[in-house]
């Protein structure tokens, strides 16, 4: 299943999950039932498919741990928990707890004591640590899930249901990574609660990406990777991933302050099939208590530390010795503690290793301590690369970040500066690295040399002239991509622009006295037709509803079997010109097919004003053309055909009047779909046919007149736009006096 498929489904059955939960559950906390519970499944299912493994390959081809008694399943408790470090009776499986969960009064207590049970089955073993507390933001007992106990219970069932729903299949073969996705589409689901979330943070998997690559390259394996401020654990998993879990030889190690984001780490790990062995995540503040001194050095760090937080600093006297922080004989500001994670993560970086920061722009050119302990940096010749990253990575914040790469062992005195501002694409509001743009980065980052507007090779001596200033700007020319202008050309073309808006804007006066109306809108044209008034008829009266299409291929541009209507075609266009449309590769062509007159609507969007907007098909169409899935389609009842004009209705549902009726079946948190069935309740003005013809005709002329006297009027802004700056330009451009000698 391509992965943008797999991404679809996870996130609509999350969103499933969070509409049936919708109000009763407050958004962070409803995170943590969904991650956990997703544990609890996935566990319950790695159990079970290893003991049923072992079993079939021992000849019984029909064992199924599901089924077997707990009290049969008890005798391999201790050889399960050395081997797995945990155990979980066949009962207290996902499986068999969702089967009888409807019928369980006792659902909550019942839940509670399996959970306390797998905890529990670690204790004694190298894996208690690992284990202990994975549950204790689940709180089946909560009053957030209701009231009373049966409240409480419906609402677990429902989240039982929705997560067994969910097609995850083997977490280790999916093409993406399902829970961190899965966290990184909560986060962003509940982001008004943002600010609770103390400092937790998901790195995008794309700069995991690039993080993780920049600090491996050139090698296979590793010793250890290390990340000092772990959140999730996304980049951890994403070293696992790239080098291959078997190729970090003494695991994997991180620190996280947020108890309940340690949690998640540490169940992320076990998700990921990172055995309790092969990992140690800690809970505690890594800046003045760190607990890996008996691990480091590390040959692989990669962090996105929390950008300019408070730390005790210089209030805390013993500090200023601590060997992690001394080397710069000052501490990073009380204030902004962006310097302490740089400075740790340098003091435990392995000789032969390299660590990849994400870092806040403001500490390469800030004064005070920040600039001596980057003086100690580019003294010492640790600086190895500096990268400007896009604005708009991350969750959360709309800053441009860098990339500040740090080694010990560098072949020159020199710091590479990367501009990679440009690296992106536009991704909904978001920017977003594609596998090209990493690569890219990639490619100047290992070549190490000058590209014009781009990199910059800079010797240190040069840096120290500049006062230590790291900014990637201060060393990589921008380009200069003024337009040359013709001063008298874009005169003479603003003359003609405004003369063919004076000619615009007489049609549309001439349009308004000829249809009779103070304003060009349905309502007005219908009453002035239709004085005696006209019927009403529901959309489901009038019309047939159905869905998009399935099984297009993930390279459907390519060679394509049929014509496919996307959402932003539908989205941006009151008509559908077929010709124009892509091509689609379409594996089943025995689905709906378009029609003329067909009216296409936008199901879901980010925003309840997005949802419903229509389209029409107003051309004959010969050969098969599908509906995008996110899309649905109304077609006229037969008994309709010479009564109804399309358009007409096409036109009506872009008024005011309808769109406040279309909001009210809107439903959604974050991201907004139509309830199809409330909206085909909707009520549509049906006047005589030849009153619909004449009200189309009409709107056609003023639609094709405003779009044109619109496109001209975009054309003079950007015209004077550039006159505007032609003459600041020379304004403010000053000759060179000529001084003569007294």
Same mark, same amino acid.
Not at 165 to 179: P, T, W
Not at 534 to 540: E, F, R, S, T
Not at 562 to 575: D, V
């Given at each position: 299943m391509p992965s943008n498929k797999e991404r679809d489904e996870l996130h609509k059955a999350i969103w499933s999950i969070a509409d049936d939960l919708r109000g009763s559950v407050d958004g962070w906390d409803f995170k943590q039932y969904i991650l956990g519970i997703m544990f609890y499944r996935y566990i319950s299912e790695n159990i079970t498919n290893y003991i049923n493994e072992g079993e079939r390959r021992a000849g019984d081809k029909n064992f199924d741990y599901a089924t077997l008694s707990d009290e049969v399943a008890e005798s391999e408790r201790q050889n399960l928990v050395k081997e797995k470090g945990f155990f979980i009776l066949p009962s207290e499986l996902f499986c068999n707890v969702c089967k009888k969960a409807k019928d369980d009064e006792n659902l909550n207590e019942t839940l509670e004591k399996i959970f306390n049970n797998i905890e529990n089955s670690a204790k004694g073993a190298e894996s208690e640590d690992d284990f202990s507390g994975l549950f204790d933001d689940i709180d089946v007992n909560s009053n957030k899930l209701g009231a009373t106990v049966p409240k409480r219970n419906e609402k677990i069932v429902k989240i039982l249901d929705g997560i067994a729903?969910?097609?995850?299949?083997?977490?280790?073969?999916?093409? %993406?990574?399902?829970?961190g996705d899965a966290y990184e589409?909560?986060?962003?689901?509940?982001?008004?609660?943002?600010?609770?979330?103390?400092? =937790?943070?998901?790195?995008?998997?794309?700069?995991?990406? $690039?993080?993780?690559?920049?600090?491996?390259?050139?090698?296979?394996?590793?010793?250890? #990777?290390? @990340?000092?401020?772990?959140?999730?654990?996304s980049l951890l998993l994403k070293s696992a991933k790239i080098l291959g879990k078997d190729n970090v030889r003494n695991g994997f190690y991180g620190q996280e302050i947020n108890i309940t984001t340690y949690n998640l780490c540490r169940i992320n790990m076990f998700l990921h099939d990172? @055995?309790? @062995?092969?990992?140690?995540?800690?809970?505690?503040?890594?800046?003045?208590?760190?607990?890996?001194?008996?691990?480091?050095?590390?040959?692989?760090?990669?962090?996105?530390?929390?950008?300019?937080?408070?730390?005790?600093?210089d209030d805390n006297s013993i500090l200023i010795n601590d060997p992690r922080y001394s080397p710069a004989g000052v501490l990073a500001p009380k204030s902004k503690a962006d310097f302490a994670f740089i400075m740790h993560s340098l003091a435990w970086l392995a000789t032969n290793g390299t660590a990849s920061i994400v870092c806040f722009p403001g500490i390469f050119y800030r004064s005070g301590a920040e600039q001596k302990i980057r003086?100690?940096?580019?003294?010492?010749?640790?600086?190895?690369?500096?990268?400007? $990253?896009?604005?708009?990575?991350?969750?959360?914040?709309?800053?441009?970040?860098?990339?500040?790469? $740090?080694?010990?062992?560098? !072949?020159?005195?020199?710091?590479?500066?990367?501009?990679?501002?440009? =690296?992106?694409?536009?991704?909904?509001?978001?920017n977003k690295l594609t596998d090209e743009n990493i690569n890219n980065i990639l490619k100047i980052f290992e070549n190490r040399q000058d590209v014009e507007y781009t990199a910059k090779l800079v010797s240190n001596k040069e840096i120290e002239e500049n006062n230590y200033n790291l900014s990637v700007s201060t060393y990589v020319e921008k380009e200069d991509t003024k337009e040359h202008i013709n001063i008298d050309v874009l005169n003479k073309e603003i003359d003609e622009i405004v003369e063919r808006e004076d000619v615009l804007r007489n049609e549309i006066k001439k349009l308004f006295q000829k249809s009779g109306c103070k304003m060009i809108n349905i309502e007005e044209l219908i009453k002035k037709?239709?004085? +005696?008034?006209?019927?009403?008829?529901?959309?489901? !009266?009038?019309?047939?509803?159905?869905?998009?299409?399935?099984?297009?291929?993930? !390279?459907?541009? =390519?060679?394509?079997?049929?014509?496919? %209507?996307?959402?932003?075609?539908?989205?941006?266009?009151? !008509?559908?010109?077929?010709?124009?449309?892509?091509l689609a590769t379409v594996k089943k062509l025995e689905q709906n097919t378009l029609k003329k007159g067909d009216i296409l609507l936008t199901s879901a969007s980010e925003t309840p004003d997005e949802c419903a907007i229509s389209s029409v098909i107003e051309d004959e169409i010969q050969d098969n053309v599908f509906l995008d899935d996110h899309l649905f389609g109304l077609r006229l009842k037969e008994e309709f055909n010479e009564k109804i004009n399309t358009i007409f209705i096409n036109y009506y549902m872009h008024t005011r009047k309808f769109?406040?009726?279309? +909001?009210?079946?809107?439903?959604? #948190?974050?991201?907004?779909?139509?309830?199809?069935?409330?909206?085909?309740?909707?009520?549509?003005?049906?006047?005589?046919? =030849?009153?619909?013809?004449?009200? #189309?005709?009409? $709107?056609?002329?003023f639609t094709l007149l405003s779009a044109e006297l619109s496109a001209e009027l975009s054309a003079e802004l950007k015209a004077r736009q550039k006159q505007y700056e032609y003459y600041k330009d020379k304004i403010l451009t000053f000759k060179e006096l000529e001084i003569k000698e007294g």
């Open positions: 729903g969910i097609n995850l299949g083997n977490y280790q073969n999916h093409n %993406i990574d399902a829970f589409f909560l986060m962003s689901m509940y982001a008004s609660n943002a600010g609770k979330s103390g400092g =937790e943070f998901y790195t995008p998997q794309e700069v995991s990406e $690039l993080l993780t690559r920049l600090a491996i390259i050139g090698k296979t394996s590793v010793n250890k #990777v290390y @990340d000092p401020a772990c959140g999730s654990g990172i @055995d309790y @062995d092969k990992f140690n995540i800690a809970c505690e503040d890594t800046l003045v208590s760190p607990q890996h001194w008996d691990d480091e050095p590390f040959e692989v760090i990669v962090s996105n530390p929390p950008y300019s937080i408070k730390w005790i600093g003086r100690y940096l580019i003294d010492n010749n640790f600086v190895d690369c500096i990268i400007q $990253l896009p604005d708009n990575l991350f969750f959360g914040t709309s800053i441009a970040t860098c990339i500040m790469v $740090l080694k010990k062992s560098k !072949k020159d005195n020199s710091t590479l500066f990367i501009d990679a501002s440009k =690296e992106f694409v536009k991704v909904t509001n978001n037709s239709c004085p +005696n008034g006209i019927a009403y008829y529901a959309l489901n !009266k009038v019309f047939n509803n159905f869905n998009g299409m399935t099984g297009v291929s993930n !390279k459907w541009k =390519e060679n394509g079997n049929c014509r496919f %209507i996307e959402y932003m075609n539908a989205y941006k266009n009151l !008509k559908i010109k077929v010709q124009q449309l892509p769109r406040r009726c279309v +909001n009210k079946t809107v439903r959604g #948190v974050t991201r907004f779909y139509i309830s199809v069935s409330d909206f085909m309740n909707i009520c549509i003005p049906v006047p005589p046919l =030849e009153v619909q013809d004449e009200i #189309v005709r009409i $709107l056609d002329d």
